[in-house]
């Protein structure tokens, strides 16, 4: 069987911080600044981002969720756990793909890079006299014994909210491939993310987010071979919701 990639399809815009995002790192303790849990950050510039992994990992969950697509399933240990759509044949298969490991294996057509923050909220951020660490803000929060009542503090570290991070997506159409319901499927994914959470204690009030989107561009064989810039995609019309 004979694959024909058509055209690469370019969703990229922004994601503004509503309310303060804590994505990625683990515990580290006192010594870089008090933080219990800590952001992930680029080593080289030392600034905060969105893994792409991120990103795409609640979108795809949040569309299984709301299809009845997540299946009871077992971890590496043994634990009980929920296991995401391997059936190779709905739309979020085709979006998101299914391990080589599974009998109907697929590719993602979608890819999510790493969302860095704009060069604006970078200066915006790195001139701050109020963050508490480089580019971010440190969220003390307390656990209280339910028997004893005593009141245990604990440190998250969290990008403000105000900041933006740049969104770049990249969809692969395939020949016979039906485009506006694969673009959907991911306008489908961002909006529910928008309503839910992004990275970490979501229900404490951390991670709401807004996206919003440029218009659509593509490449197709002529542009790659001709090496001409993206052309405008027609006919396809983005949410308002992500406008």
Known sequence: MTVRLVKKVFLEGNIEVKTGIS???GSVGLEIGG??????RNPLTNEPYVPGSSLKGKMRSLLEKLYGKVTPGKDDKG????????????????????????????????????????DDSSKKLE?????DMPFTEVKTEVVIDRITSAATPRNFERV??????????????YEGDKEDELLGKVFEGLRLVQDDYLGG????????????LKPLTCKNQE????????LPLEGIQIPKELL
């Open 201 to 212: 204690c979501g229900s404490r009030g951390y991670g709401q987010v807004k996206f919003t």
């Open 23 to 25: 994505v990625g790192g």
């Open 127 to 131: 001139k701050s006299k109020s963050t």
């Open 79 to 118: 634990n009980p756990t929920a296991m995401p759509c391997k059936c190779g044949d709905c739309l979020i298969c085709e979006v998101f793909g299914v391990s080589a490991a599974e009998d109907k294996g697929m590719a993602s057509r979608l890819i999510v890079r790493d969302c860095k923050l704009t």
């Open 160 to 173: 403000p909210a105000g900041a933006e991070f740049v969104l770049n997506m990249v969809c692969n159409i």
């Open 223 to 230: 542009c790659y071979e001709n090496d001409k810039p993206a």
């Open 35 to 40: 933080a219990d849990k800590v952001v992930v």
